[in-house]
């Protein structure tokens, strides 16, 4: 009888527990929703990459085709060159990022006014909010063939004769790295600002009495004391080194096909088979290529995050 | 500040600084100008700080003929409202329940939004999806759904927030006074996120301002649906077919109306609303939020 009536209170409890989380769930449940078709219908739509895509019979219902598409991805050089490019980029990337963002951030931190130090601050997180159109206006602007800032202005200055940017490749890693950085390089800077901010000033100030140079300072308090921040936020980076800022490379170099060798990165390539070329299988297999590599990559990173500093580790 | 002023390092840290500064100012600056120079001056005279002739006729031409493009800013003005205001509400809601420590099934709820952070199908397969699925080609919705609705990073850093900057103790007196779920969500955890909130907006707002990948893949016929980015992207696909025709027809109609000014004319005007919402950008960056804001 007892435990009758225990358990009746129990189911009791239990409904009465739901009743008060319920709201809750269901507060939950629209972005559930969005997620679950925004993210998670994609995530099993991966699946393509295996399929004959049919577009009467859809993502689910296309027949299987097992391996073909990915024997027809690897047997062009395009998967080579893109995945070349992608990874090389994007080295390129952290390492430019990382050791100019410090540079800048130890001297920023050390202008004489506090105004000056926010006038830099915005100089240089604003490009950082600009968007890829944008960009791609402003470096039109000095390459264009005809009336770009460079090839009337400046390369006259030096005697030089004009440079028809958007086909020549051999450019490209250099203005793809320099614009990169003047937009990007905002980012990390003000994350390495925030972390040399927070040292205790005595520290410094001791340093100095024992007339220890600027260099010294920065080698011995600035930099160990950076240097957790300096490795998640690197490895944070590796973590995505699959995946490229698509923008930045379709949209700056205009699309132009002469220069592909150089432009061309996994992103781009998976919209330009899909878009462009129609050919759904092989972009369907470079996109699964990406998702699956980049996972593992983010996985392993975050392992030896982890190692570094469990606190800084994503998960 | 800590040493005499003017130390070498000092001077050579903010003579760098001011020439990076420079650096980032001169090509915006170069924007302005460019929308403010005679169309044939830059044409042949190329792009230029100092144009031998200044003319506002660009201007002119979006406000007295340029339908196509004051309706695309109308377009992303109204897609960048609606949008925000949904990402902020669905973004709040879901974090609210996850910043609950006793709620039964927070584990699971977590993983859920924290793995699309980690995995993604990527293009391919959410393109066939919204077009094949939910038919989503030439609709407003195309500019709205895909991608910018909800981002897990948003949740995680609104729950992080109500879970270290609203004590528990808060949330119970709430409850003993007999106050529902909802009613503590609305009237406590609302109002005291309101910094979060505000941030998470102006990213969400950013995003949908920005946006151009949505009208590239899902804007194909109707065009009255392009926002100002996409104008802009369909601009120099024109440019460059109007530079590469050989027919001298299409060459002088183009001269006649100022074209590259207009561009960069609708480009600066594209970057105005982002100044609006630089100093909450830079509120959030400069603390260093970023780092530890999606875990806890």
Redesign the interface.
């Given at each position: 009888m007892d435990a009758d009536r225990a358990g009746e209170a129990n189911v009791k409890s239990k409904a009465a527990k739901f009743k008060r989380y319920l709201p809750l769930y269901l507060m939950f449940l629209p972005g559930a929703v969005y997620l679950l078709i925004n993210n998670y219908i994609p995530m099993a739509g991966l699946v393509v990459a295996f399929k004959q895509y049919n577009v009467r019979k859809g993502l689910f219902g296309s027949p299987w085709i097992g391996f073909s598409n990915f024997k027809f991805l690897f047997s062009t050089p395009d998967a080579m060159v893109i995945t070349r490019n992608t990874i090389l980029y994007n080295a390129a990337f952290i390492l430019i990022n990382t050791v100019l963002g410090i540079i800048f951030a130890i001297f920023i931190c050390d202008t004489i006014h506090k105004k000056m130090q926010k006038v830099y601050q915005s100089a240089i997180l604003f490009p950082y909010l600009m968007s890829a159109v944008i960009l791609s206006y402003i470096v039109y602007a000095f390459l264009s063939q005809s009336t770009g800032m460079m090839n009337k202005s400046i390369l006259p200055l030096f005697g030089r004769d004009p440079v028809n940017w958007y086909s020549e490749a051999g450019y490209w890693p250099f203005i793809l790295i320099f614009t990169n950085t003047w937009k990007g390089i905002g980012y990390g800077c003000l994350i390495y600002i925030s972390a040399i901010n927070g040292i205790d000033p005595t520290y410094f100030e001791a340093a100095e009495l024992d007339g220890a140079t600027k260099w010294q300072q920065i080698r011995s308090i600035t930099l160990p004391t950076l240097s957790p921040t300096i490795i998640t936020l690197t490895l944070l980076s590796v973590g995505r080194i699959f995946y490229s800022d698509f923008g930045l490379f379709y949209q700056v170099p205009r699309n132009s096909g002469t220069i592909y060798s150089t432009t061309n990165v996994i992103d781009t390539y998976v919209y330009r088979g899909l878009m462009q070329q129609s050919n759904v299988g092989m972009s369907a297999a470079a996109g699964f290529y990406q998702s699956i590599v980049g996972f593992a990559i983010v996985l392993i990173a975050n392992f030896i995050v982890r190692k570094f500093s469990k606190e800084n580790a994503l998960f | 500040?800590?040493?005499k002023?003017?130390?070498k390092?000092?001077v050579?840290?903010?003579v760098?600084?001011i020439i990076?500064?420079i650096?980032?100012?001169l090509?915006?600056l170069?924007?302005l100008v460019?929308s403010f120079t005679d169309e044939n001056t830059?044409?042949a005279?190329?792009?230029?700080f100092f144009p031998a002739k200044l003319s506002a006729a660009a201007y002119v031409y979006i406000f007295r003929s340029g339908t196509k493009i004051l309706k695309a800013y109308g377009i992303s003005i109204l897609v960048t409202l609606i949008g925000t205001v949904i990402n902020v509400a669905?973004?709040a809601?879901?974090a609210?329940?996850?910043s609950?420590e006793k709620?039964?099934?927070k584990n699971g709820?977590n993983f859920?939004?924290?793995f699309?952070?980690?995995?993604?199908?990527?293009?391919?397969?959410?393109?066939?999806?919204w077009t094949?699925?939910?038919h989503i080609k030439d609709t407003l919705a195309a500019q709205l759904?895909?991608?910018l609705?909800?981002s897990?990073w948003n949740?995680m850093i609104i729950r992080t927030y109500f879970k270290t900057s609203i004590p528990d103790s808060l949330y119970e007196a709430a409850e003993i006074d007999g106050a529902?779920?909802?009613t503590v969500?609305s009237k406590i955890a609302l109002p005291l996120g309101k910094p979060i909130l505000v941030t998470v907006a102006t990213f969400a707002g950013?995003g949908y301002?920005?946006?151009?990948?949505n009208g590239?893949?899902f804007i194909v016929k109707n065009k009255d649906l392009y926002n100002v980015?996409n104008l802009?992207?369909q601009m120099?696909s024109n440019i460059?077919y109007l530079?590469s025709s050989t027919n001298s027809n299409v060459t002088s109609a183009a001269a006649a109306i100022p074209s590259?000014a207009i561009?960069?004319a609708i480009?600066f005007v594209?970057?105005l609303p982002?100044m609006l919402v630089?100093p909450t950008?830079?509120k959030y960056?400069?603390?260093?939020l970023?780092?530890?804001g999606?875990?806890g």
């Open positions: - | 500040m800590r040493e002023p003017f130390s390092f000092q050579l840290s903010n760098i600084m990076w500064t650096l980032v100012i090509p915006f170069l924007l460019s830059l044409v005279n190329g792009y230029s669905l973004s809601m879901m609210y329940p996850l609950l709620l039964p099934g709820m859920f939004v924290f699309t952070m980690l995995f993604n199908g990527g293009i391919v397969p959410s393109y066939l999806m094949g699925i939910f759904l895909p991608n609705l909800l897990a949740v529902s779920q909802f969500f950013l301002w920005n946006v151009w990948t590239l893949y980015q802009l992207n120099v460059q530079a590259t561009q960069m480009a594209a970057i982002i630089f950008f830079q960056y400069s603390k260093g970023t780092l530890g999606v875990k």
